[in-house]
Nanobody, 119 residues
């Protein structure tokens, strides 16, 4: 069974930085696209950033220039480096990945990690 586990969330002051990690474990053949989403209270979940297996990245406009998504394929791990954080970045951040396992591609979600940015 494949699992995604996020870590690295916490409380930080505006202007600070956090680095989120997402570790995939289980019977994994290959991880295709990975992404980070976030959901603030009372709002819909939104896409923050994605990265393909080849390293092509894409970001929502609100985080461009501040956040960097990356991955270490050897470690089955994805990262989200968040700099110059703003109070509006406060949300639960979720890792998402398309993973080939046992001959099938499935989409997986992590349990989420809370990021709180104080003003």
């Amino acid at each position: 069974q494949v699992q995604l586990v996020e870590s690295g969330g916490g409380l930080v002051q505006a202007g600070g930085s956090l680095r989120l990690s997402c570790v995939a474990s289980g019977s994994i053949f290959i991880i295709s696209a990975m992404g980070w989403y976030r959901q603030a209270p009372g709002k819909q979940r939104e896409l923050v950033a994605t990265i393909t297996s080849g390293g092509f990245t894409n970001y929502v406009d609100s985080v461009k220039g501040r956040f960097t998504i990356s991955r270490d394929n050897a470690k089955n791990t994805g990262y989200l480096q968040m700099n110059r954080l703003k109070p509006e970045d406060t949300a639960v951040y979720y890792c998402n990945a398309d993973i080939y396992s046992a001959g099938w591609k499935s989409n997986y979600w992590g349990q989420g990690t809370q990021v709180t940015v104080s003003s």
